[in-house]
């Protein structure tokens, strides 16, 4: 009884690694550690029968095996991250064609929305000055789902679902390019993700992040009135960049190993920090973060970008 109660655990446990990796939450490759130590399962199965009295002995042999997995997973991420961030044994040396995405604008078209769901990767947007969306990805698996009604579009792109099985998403790249007459609102929902988002030119209403683990920069404008950024992620490191001239809020729920805020000379509030010409600017950017340990920078431009 208690041998199944330990097995069963252990399988949990693998279950939960296998699911954290699919979500992009583990930036390493479980599929690459498994076939570097695959050897050891015969060493558990060795010590579950000669120890097949004692189940304590058998359950303790499968954590130990699953933690070297983690241990050792993150060790060789750290120590030759260009092989080990992809999903299965060779896929580093995988080429993928670069995909290409391109809409047009329409005459009635004010109202913007791009919706991300990536999984893992490095994900850039910047401004387009003659199409309303453009994008180029290395991600073969990529689905993408336009829909304009009027003033309205609305574009969607999301990782095909393979199984269970990741794909190397973590080395995929992701290039948008975004119209400035229309206004946008960005919503993103991905795993681990080296984000760098220049916004500058862009009108942007929102800008939503969910995301695993993160290092995310973004530089915001002051083209549309009023902005909001609502960041929601694991660890995670971040920078901010807005205009001098912009009224800015930042409300934090979130254990940020530093941050500048205090060093900006702003009023504090509560659970929030606000510009001394929060309530004066033509410009507001509202800023939400509720992430977990990280660090969080938000630098001021000199001038209106």
């Given at each position: 009884m208690k041998n199944n109660m330990f097995i069963g655990l252990a399988l949990i446990a693998a279950g939960l690694l296998l699911g954290l990796y699919n979500l992009g939450y583990i930036s390493w490759s479980i599929w690459m550690a498994i076939a570097d130590l695959w050897p050891l399962v015969f060493v558990v199965i060795g010590v579950s029968i000669i120890f097949k009295h004692k189940p304590w002995v058998n359950g303790l042999a499968w954590?130990?095996?699953?933690?070297?997995?983690?241990?050792?997973?993150?060790?060789?991420?750290?120590?030759s991250p260009g092989t080990w961030r992809s999903g299965l044994p060779g896929s580093q040396f995988r080429e993928y064609q670069e995909r290409s995405f391109s809409y047009d604008y329409g005459e009635d078209i004010k109202n913007a929305k791009l919706s991300l769901e990536l999984g893992a990767g490095n994900i850039t947007v910047a401004s387009e000055s003659n199409k309303l969306l453009s994008a180029a990805t290395t991600n073969p698996y990529i689905e993408s789902n336009p829909?304009?009604?009027?003033?309205?579009?609305?574009?969607?792109?999301?990782?095909?679902?393979?199984?269970?099985?990741?794909?190397?998403?973590?080395?995929?790249?992701?290039?948008f390019r975004l119209g400035s007459k229309a206004i946008w609102?960005?919503?993103?929902?991905?795993?681990a993700i080296d984000?760098?988002?220049?916004?500058?030119?862009?009108?942007?209403?929102?800008?939503?992040i969910d995301s695993g683990a993160a290092d995310i920069e973004i530089k915001i404008g002051s083209l549309q009135k009023d902005s909001s950024i609502s960041i929601d992620s694991g660890a995670s490191d971040i920078s901010i960049t807005v205009p001098v001239s912009s009224g800015v809020r930042v409300s934090l729920d979130a254990a940020l190993k530093s941050n500048n805020l205090?060093?900006?000379?702003?009023?504090?509030?509560?659970?929030?920090?606000?510009?001394?010409?929060?309530?004066?600017?033509?410009n507001k950017i509202n800023?939400?973060?509720?992430?977990g340990v990280g660090n969080f920078q938000l630098t001021q431009t000199g001038e209106s970008i």
């Open positions: 954590i130990v095996f699953l933690a070297s997995l983690v241990a050792y997973g993150f060790y060789m991420s750290s120590t829909v304009i009604e009027g003033e309205n579009a609305s574009f969607e792109f999301a990782t095909e679902r393979m199984g269970m099985m990741p794909m190397g998403r973590d080395s995929y790249s992701y290039d609102d960005i919503e993103v929902d991905c795993g984000s760098n988002l220049d916004l500058t030119e862009i009108p942007v209403s929102s800008l939503d205090d060093s900006l000379a702003w009023i504090k509030k509560d659970d929030y920090y606000e510009s001394p010409n929060y309530d004066q600017a033509e800023i939400e973060l509720n992430t």
